[in-house]
């Protein structure tokens, strides 16, 4: 971080109705849904085909261009489904790595998609095609075997990174690779990782101390911090967990003025209407849980749709008692891993989703379940009532887990599918 390699970035110039409907209709409102296994969202009727495959055609030929002769190119994410198919037809002397950073949704979900032969055979052009956890990997696999003919290879043991069992994602093996039209695909199961060192070290910076002091004056004041960071979007889980926070309020009137939420919710980009109703909804029930039961001295929720700058995040990170992130579904959640970085020889409590890619990696999480009232209230009492000790085990856990496997750990893990030896 503090020396990276110098690198150039080309920029692809789009015309704003081109990027309407690359990303804000097709992506957002067809392919986002699917993705994370909501196909009542799914909307294809503004949908325009032949623009997605315009733009990543010149996504593909810019790469062509800037790539020497074998070079590696490594595509990301959904956006760019396409591209692979197009940079292997242009370019076959090329490496192809293509990462997945959202969920793959089952075989009977992504099959809603109308395009779903051409994006398999575009992935299926890549020499590595990489996804956060095993489930996502086979779910690929399943797709790929069923829906366009590709062979599996042999299913090996998971990784020890992974929870093998007693999560909703858990799995114990994963597919090594498919085969498809004489090619190999190398298949890999790696959760992106964070810069822990660098985490660690700005924990201590004056930035983040002076952030801290605020948040202790103007937020804490002696309570219990709960904080939950996130997107407006309705896969985030946001209007779940703040109907748990009510509940919670209506039982233990003995927190009241004892417990806080920082609720930090970063807004969608405008001209979206799904978020902005979500966004909307989520402001009116922080509004009447505050109603309820604000006092003279005590206000419950602190809400806010600013994007929070880092070296801030982290100081919410260092004093928050409770992270609590409990998306319906989510690919990894990156938030979940930076808040153990930060609490390293610290106490602390992470409540996570079951139904996030990190509750495969972070073995003790009190994992819940966003889709069950119980579940929430349950998870949201231990993490309140649990004690030091057991706090700092189960950080201790989970802060080895992350700095055992960074974001340069992650690279590597991808990257080495394309290694001399991989069949080709």
């Known amino acids: 971080m503090d020396n990276p390699s110098p690198f150039t970035l080309c920029r692809i110039p789009l015309e704003d109705g081109q990027i309407s409907s690359f990303y804000h209709i097709t992506s957002k409102e067809c392919f986002w849904p699917i993705l994370h296994t909501f196909p009542t969202y799914f909307n294809v009727n503004n949908a325009n085909w032949k623009i997605f495959e315009e733009v990543n055609k010149r996504f593909a030929m810019a790469a062509c261009a800037e790539a020497a002769e074998g070079a590696t190119v490594w595509v990301h994410d959904y956006n760019l489904w396409l591209a692979p198919g197009y940079i292997r037809a242009e370019r076959p002397d090329l490496k192809i790595a293509f990462f997945h950073h959202t969920p793959f949704p089952g075989n009977d979900v992504f099959a809603i998609l109308p395009w779903r032969e051409q994006i398999l055979e575009s992935l299926l052009c890549c020499d590595v095609v990489g996804f956060h956890i095993p489930r996502y990997t086979e779910n690929f696999a399943r797709a790929a075997t069923t829906l366009v003919g590709a062979k599996r290879g042999p299913k090996v043991p998971v990784d020890k990174k992974f929870i093998e069992v007693g999560t909703a994602l858990s799995e114990g093996t994963v597919t090594s690779h498919l085969e498809h039209n004489g090619r190999t695909i190398q298949l890999l199961s790696s959760p992106v990782g ?20 605020l948040i202790v004056q103007d937020t804490k004041k002696g309570r219990k911090l709960i904080l939950s960071a996130s997107r407006v979007d309705y896969t985030k889980g946001n209007e779940e967990l703040l109907l748990a926070f009510e509940r919670l309020l209506e039982r233990r009137k003995d927190l009241h003025g ?6 930090a919710c970063v807004a969608a980009a405008s001209g979206m209407k799904i978020y902005e109703d979500t966004q909307r909804s ?41 992270c609590w992130i409990t998306p319906l579904r989510d690919g990894l959640n990156l938030v979940a891993k930076e808040y153990a970085a930060a609490r390293r020889n610290r106490g602390g409590v992470l409540v996570l989703s079951e139904f996030t890619g990190a509750s495969v990696v972070l073995d003790g999480a009190v994992l819940t379940n966003p889709y069950s009232n119980r579940r929430m209230d349950e998870a949201i009492e231990s993490a309140l009532e649990m004690d030091e000790d057991e706090q700092r085990d189960r950080m201790s856990r989970m802060t080895d887990a992350v700095e055992s496997y960074t974001v340069s750990d992650w690279a590597d893990e991808q990257m080495s599918g394309l290694s001399p030896s991989t069949p080709q």
């Open 194 to 213: 964070t810069s822990p060192d660098l985490i660690q070290e700005l924990c201590w910076s004056p930035s983040v101390e002076s952030h801290g002091e």
């Open 258 to 263: 004892q417990v806080v939420l920082m609720l």
């Open 282 to 322: 989520i402001e009116e029930m922080a509004g009447r849980i505050n109603g309820r039961f604000s006092q003279i001295d005590w206000v419950p929720i602190r809400f806010s749709t600013r994007r929070i700058p880092y070296d801030e995040m982290i100081a919410w990170f260092c004093h928050a008692d409770v």
